[in-house]
Each structure stands twice: as C-alpha cells, then as structure tokens.
C-alpha cells in the first residue's frame, strides 16, 4: 500500500511540475534573473505547494504520528552544520547554473535531453559522494 501512495503522489507531483513549466529549465533561470525578465510562475507554483501541504504538515504536527501510525521525528531546526550549509550551497549553484531541480530532472530524463542526464550524473555523485567521504560513526 504504501508503495501505490508513493507513486500517486509521484505522478501527481510531476503531472504538477508539467502544468506549471517548472519542468523547462528556461522558466527556472528566467525566475532567478531577477535583473532581466523576470517570470514570477515559479513563486506562484511554490505558494499553491504551500497551500496544499500545509494542512497536512499541521495535521501530523499535531498527532505526532503519520497516517500510518509511526511517529514522526521532530526536525531539529536550530542546528545549522556544514554538511547542510555545503548542501545548501550545492543545490543553489547547481539550481541556478542549470535551471534544473532534482524533481524535474528525473521527468526531463524521459525527454532524452543531454542536459538532464548530465544534471542527474552530478546529482546521484552528490548524493553518494559525501556517504564516502563521511567519517564512520
């Protein structure tokens, strides 16, 4: 069951990048050229996210435990370390040098374009590549 509730909100997640043109890495950079031409569709598909997922957010919040019943951990958001700064920083470069977002990425993959497969080779090695540098703990 939770296998068929991960790909419907799969689906519905790409079906949403594919209505809103966050799939085509020009909307993207036209979004983060905020000295040019400046397309606000992307601030616009950001605040519908908010929209519907916060209900949800408070909803489980609230109960401390997901729909299933597991609990849910607390995020710890005072803490700020340098894996989430490098992350942080990684993601932003890479987002703005190629317009390309990771959930994005994986629907363009379907197009065949280049440049999506070379944006998915460097996010799975940033994914993988710091697991191989972290210390043992």
């Not at 601030?43 to 849910?72: D, E, H, K, N």
């Not at 987002?95 to 944006?119: K, Q």
């Amino acid at each position: 069951m939770t296998a068929v509730v991960a790909l419907i909100a799969g689906l519905l997640f790409g079906i949403g990048l594919l209505l809103s043109g966050m799939t085509n890495p020009a909307n993207v950079v036209a979004f983060l050229d905020v000295t040019g031409v400046w397309r606000p569709s992307l601030a616009y598909t950001m605040a519908g996210a908010v929209v519907v997922a916060l209900p949800a957010f408070t909803l489980i919040r609230r109960r401390g435990r997901s729909l299933r019943g597991r609990p849910i951990r607390p995020i710890d958001r005072t803490r700020m370390d340098s894996p989430l700064l490098l992350g942080s920083a990684m993601f932003g470069i890479g987002w703005g040098l190629s317009g390309i977002c990771p959930g994005p990425a994986l629907i363009l993959l379907t197009t065949g374009d280049p440049r999506a497969w070379v944006f998915f080779a460097g996010l799975v090695l940033g994914m993988l590549l710091p697991r191989r540098l972290a210390p043992t703990r």
